[in-house]
């Protein structure tokens, strides 16, 4: 297989983050009408809302009045992620996702791995920052993640000019180089944890077959969420923890094709499902 066929997903999904981002820049520099707003608050065609789910909780923790546009916008992004995508806002939409996955291949080349970790944050600390975001919002009276929240800022520094941009993301940059492993992504990041529970009875789902497996573990060292793959080694299944992103960097990887995407089947085993391919 061609190398651009194996990096066929990592294409296009840096293809999906630039190009939103440039369209909602357009939406401000030259009032195109795809794609207008921000990743907080958006209208698709200058009619369809998008609101982003977790801001909304956030101000309505914080006693925010809002319009039923807005609601409406934060219904669309629900059924979208929560019926069909999962957790894949983080790997196909996030420009956040862009730094921590550059950091990561940064680790990786350095063998930084190896090197014994000094740092150690639980995976579940990004549910407590998530639950903590809505008490310090309902406390303040402000949407208290998005006033610090680097998709934001990231977000915002390219419609409207960088800012205090550069800084943030050379933090979680080194952070995630030097400190933890996909610290703030698969850690610390509330959002990403906030997708992660609207995302885990999705569709669509990475699935592994056992019987094509020579435990070679490149999926496990790419995979953003290596946890999720826990099936591999031992049987044939479906990766049906809301932590996976989507990203197919395990079905790229795999020169075995052992791993591919498919459709949740909520009828069958596990094994079942990793088996009926
Ligand atoms: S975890 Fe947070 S920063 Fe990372 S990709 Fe998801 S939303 Fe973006
Ligand atoms: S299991 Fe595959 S698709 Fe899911 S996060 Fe890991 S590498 Fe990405």
């Given at each position: 297989m061609s190398k651009l066929l194996k990096?066929?997903?990592?294409?296009?999904?840096?293809?999906?983050?630039?190009?939103?981002?440039?369209?909602?820049?357009?939406?401000?520099?030259?009032?195109?009408?795809?794609?207008s707003g921000t990743l907080s608050a958006s209208k698709l065609f200058d009619t369809i809302p998008l609101s982003d789910p977790f801001a909304i909780l956030q101000m309505l923790s914080a006693g925010a009045m809002m319009g039923m546009n807005v609601f409406?916008?934060?219904?669309?992004i629900i059924a979208f992620y929560g019926i069909i995508g999962g957790r894949a806002f983080c790997s196909w939409v996030?420009?956040?996702?862009?730094?921590?996955?550059?950091?990561n291949w940064l680790r990786r080349k350095l063998l930084l791995d190896k090197v014994e970790r000094?740092?150690?944050v639980?995976?579940?600390?990004?549910?407590?920052?998530?639950?903590?975001?809505?008490?310090?919002s309902a406390l303040?009276?402000?949407?208290?993640?998005?006033?610090?929240?680097?998709?934001?800022?990231?977000?915002?520094?390219?419609?409207?000019?960088?800012?205090?941009?550069?800084?943030?993301?050379?933090?979680?940059?080194?952070f995630d180089l030097f400190g933890v492993k996909n610290g703030w992504c698969g850690h610390i990041c509330p959002l990403g944890g906030f997708y992660s529970l609207i995302g885990k009875f999705s569709l669509i789902r990475i699935r592994h077959n056992h019987e094509n497996c020579t435990l070679c573990m490149n999926c496990k060292e790419v995979c953003p969420e290596s946890q999720v793959l826990h099936m591999i080694g031992k049987e044939s299944g479906t990766v049906t923890m809301g932590e996976c992103v989507n990203c197919a960097r395990c079905i790229e990887v795999c020169n075995d094709d052992a791993l591919r995407f498919g459709i949740r089947n909520f009828t069958t085993t596990s094994k079942a499902k990793g088996d009926n391919r």
């Open positions: 990096m066929r997903y990592l294409i296009l999904r840096r293809i999906t983050q630039i190009g939103l981002l440039f369209l909602y820049f357009a939406a401000n520099a030259y009032g195109w009408k795809i794609l409406i916008g934060a219904v669309i996030c420009p956040v996702n862009m730094i921590t996955d550059l950091a000094k740092v150690w639980s995976r579940n600390a990004r549910y407590w920052v998530l639950g903590l975001s809505l008490v310090v303040t009276g402000l949407a208290a993640f998005e006033l610090v929240s680097p998709i934001t800022i990231f977000n915002r520094g390219v419609i409207f000019g960088m800012g205090m941009t550069g800084g943030v993301l050379v933090a979680i940059f080194l």
